[in-house]
């Protein structure tokens, strides 16, 4: 190798260096008065590398410091929510609220929500959810409330009015499945925003399927999404938690498809939860029920509350900066996308059908449930026949339920629309037994349906039958001989709902 070439390599690796640390240098300094002859442009102060790292832990210096790309940190001026803002950041840090924005898209419908409230309207907040959202673990005779009730509280101080109304429909151990048919018999059908939380509840029920499973968690979660979203003037959030006994893997990840498909803006409580409880499982028994670490305390609840208040609060300052600061163009056009947008737009066309394909029309849905009570407060699932069930209730769920070979009940005026009839029933990895349920006398075209499986115990939906005639039809179900018990012993099953469309 010359010297030449030798020198040339050196003076390169040289120049290089001093031009990173130039940088480096640059990308320490602090806004200031330049001193003179640095050549870095007036108002840059270097500040030594020394001073910058004084203090700081490993953790701190790849990034603790830096502040994240927040629309609170980002704005010039304040907004009216501000102090909230300041409060929760200060309750939480920073980084755990940015990391639980799973998904914010355009916000366009969280907007007319909040400039409702803000204008002095009165809204109407519906919640759909599981047992977390219910409480399961809470304290209610001590005083302690659950998300829900925190984001209505901070709804009614910051905008008060008479007329604001909230409803709780969370129903224990049940998904999206269940809510995708019968939601209309837990909250209004016309709600300004609703909160949809069922990630924990909705495994991915197809690598779970078996004959008493195949129905798709993107496909009911779409059925729901697209109902509710049915007029412009309505706001949805979906809510993404998660409890210790359960993977980072659940519904969440396909409700994810359908959160981007439809404009939906999704927080995610595990985001940031499970990685800092990997790092501090401590503090787990702060934050959860020490019994069964499942479901969240009042503090778990109070995190998930201020996710939404606070995403709900920059929406406000976003609303704000709007009307402080119109833009020359509407948001949704530009230079390269002339044409009109509409913001509150609901795709003609379903997650798995492609772009030019023909809209299938909605089916009518019918849900006949123990979790739901006419105006005597009876059950609406009631059988015109029934031996070996009976009524059972506990923890806020109910159901038909047997214990042996032979019970059989009978469910009439199931109304079908356009051929899909369905059973939501009670499953888990406790012993249970199997049945076979059919439509009217058909039970030659019924199906097994086991009661057993690897998850957790809550209602999962099974069809049983497609191409039913439309009309009034009945559901029969009976406990069979078999099962699934490995000891052989238990025939038990619970019926929740009969569904169809």
């Known amino acids: 190798m010359s010297p030449t070439y030798t020198n040339r390599r050196l003076w390169t690796l040289v120049t290089s260096v001093l031009v990173l640390v130039a940088l480096t240098l640059a990308s320490l300094g602090s806004f200031g008065d330049s001193p003179s002859g640095l050549g870095l442009g007036s108002g840059l102060t270097l500040t030594p590398i020394r001073n910058r790292l004084t203090g700081l832990g490993a953790s701190d210096a790849w990034g603790a410091e830096a502040p994240l790309c927040s629309p609170a940190k980002a704005r010039a001026d304040q907004c009216s929510v501000q102090a909230d803002l300041d409060d929760i950041e200060a309750r939480w840090g920073e980084r755990a609220l940015k990391m639980g924005e799973a998904y914010l898209g355009s916000g366009d419908r969280t907007r007319r ?14 919640i759909l959810g599981g047992s977390i959202t219910a409480g399961h ?6 005083g302690e409330i659950t998300w829900s009730q925190m984001l209505f509280n901070w709804i009614q101080e910051r905008y008060p009015h008479p007329d604001h109304s909230y409803v709780s429909g969370a129903v224990p151990a049940t998904g999206v499945d269940y809510f995708a048919t019968c939601y209309s018999l837990h909250v209004p059908i016309d709600a300004d925003l609703y909160v949809l939380e069922g990630a924990v509840n909705d495994a991915y029920v197809d690598r779970l399927a078996d004959s008493g499973t195949d129905i798709d968690v993107v496909d009911y979660t ?11 003037e309505t706001a949805l959030i979906m809510l993404s938690l998660w409890a210790v006994p359960h993977p980072y893997l659940n519904g969440a990840d396909k409700h994810a498809i359908v959160s981007e498909y439809y404009d939906i803006p999704r927080l ?8 800092y409880f990997m790092q501090h499982q401590d503090e787990l028994v702060d934050h959860f029920n020490q019994q069964d670490f499942g479901h969240q305390n009042e503090k778990g609840h109070r995190y998930i509350a201020d996710l939404l208040i606070w995403y709900l609060s920059n929406q406000v300052c976003a609303y704000e900066r709007r009307l402080a600061h119109p833009l020359s163009l509407p948001a949704t056009q530009g230079t390269d996308v002339p044409s009109a947008y509409a913001p509150a737009f609901v795709p003609p066309v379903t997650v798995r ?6 809209a299938r029309p909605a089916p009518a849905a019918f849900c006949a449930s123990t979790n739901a009570r006419d105006e005597h407060g009876e059950w609406l699932l009631q059988p015109s026949r029934s031996e070996g069930f009976e009524r059972l209730s506990m923890h806020g769920k109910s159901w038909w339920a047997a214990d042996k070979p032979g019970a059989e009940i009978t469910f ?10 369905g059973i939501y029933y009670y499953r888990s990895s406790a012993p249970l037994g199997n049945m076979h349920c059919w439509v009217d006398n058909d039970s030659a075209n019924g199906r097994t349906l086991p009661g057993m499986w690897n998850y957790v115990s809550v209602g999962s939906y099974a069809h049983i039958r497609d191409r039913v005639p439309p009309g009034l039809h009945s559901v029969t179900c009976r406990v069979l001989e078999e099962t699934n018990d490995p000891a052989g012993e238990s025939h038990h099953v619970r019926i929740i709902a009969v569904l169809a469309n």
């Open 113 to 126: 929500f909040v400039s409702r409230l803000a204008s002095g309207q009165p809204i109407s907040l519906a």
């Open 137 to 142: 673990s809470l304290n209610f005779t001590a």
């Open 222 to 232: 779409e059925t729901l999404v697209r109902e509710l979203l049915s007029t412009p």
């Open 268 to 275: 995610s409580e595990r985001a940031w939860l499970y990685k």
């Open 353 to 358: 059908q492609l772009l030019r394909e023909k």
């Open 412 to 421: 009439p005026n199931i109304k079908v629309s356009s051929g899909r009839v």
